[in-house]
């Protein structure tokens, strides 16, 4: 059965810490893992990751996947108050329509 | 300019009685598609429709019935809700083909059986 784990489920930190989420897949097929980032409403999308080994990068937040570890992991440098929220990690099934398998998230709570 | 909208954003209602949530996406996607998010924050797909065509149903109840009209439109019908089906209900949308799985989701409409 197509899986996806995140580690930490909670995480709280104070501002200006650094933050490593995890995300682990048991996937057929896999192609590509994404991550998201859930406020009080919509998950937003942040990273696709499809080459193993290869960085992206947006401002403060980085993520990397490996292919053959089956892992991935999303860094915030410096947090904010506003990195306050849920991280989903997820992984689309190729051959089912893209569905996408949610990680059960990690919460994040960055205080003052 | 909303990319996928949903309406209503919040449901309350009483155990057996009909309810029915919308979704559009105004980004011509051509799939579409419903999750579930329980009180532990679990996103579970429900429902996908490729071009009003169905091609995932997650072992949803027959209660559920999601339709289609339109590729910019999906919606979901409940018949007699129960208790366990109060949740966040999210609509996504996402182009097909190629290699981009990107989904975009709706605000999500909180459901409240009582």
């Known amino acids: 059965e197509d899986k996806v784990v995140q580690s930490p489920l909670s995480l709280v930190v104070h501002e200006g810490d650094t933050v490593t989420l995890n995300c682990s897949y048991e996937?057929?097929?896999?192609?590509?893992l994404l991550w998201y980032k859930q406020e009080k409403k919509a998950p937003t999308f942040l990273f696709m990751l499809t080459s193993s080994g290869i960085e992206k990068k947006s401002g403060r937040l980085s993520s990397i996947l490996d292919k053959k570890e089956l892992f991935s992991i999303l860094n915030i440098t410096a947090t904010q108050t506003g990195d306050s929220a849920v991280y989903l990690c997820?992984?689309?099934?190729?051959?089912?329509?893209?569905?996408?398998?949610f990680g059960q998230g990690t919460e994040l709570s960055v205080k003052p | 300019d909303t990319a996928v909208s949903q309406t209503p954003k919040y449901l309350v209602t009483q155990m057996g009685n009909d309810k029915s949530i919308k979704c559009e996406q105004n980004?011509?996607?051509?799939?579409m598609y419903w999750y579930k998010q329980d009180s532990k924050k679990f996103l579970k797909i429900m429902f996908s429709y490729n071009n009003k065509e169905l091609i995932i149903n997650e072992t949803v109840p027959n209660r559920f019935s999601p339709k289609s009209p339109d590729k910019a439109h999906l919606n979901l019908h409940i018949n007699s809700l129960e208790l366990g089906d109060s949740a966040v209900y999210f609509c996504a949308s996402s182009p097909t083909g190629g290699h981009s799985y990107e989904q975009y989701f709706g605000p999500g409409t909180r459901l409240t059986v009582t």
């Open positions: 996937v057929t097929n896999f192609r590509s």
């Open positions: 980004l011509g996607h051509d799939t």
């Open positions: 997820a992984v689309p099934i190729y051959n089912q329509g893209g569905k996408l398998i």
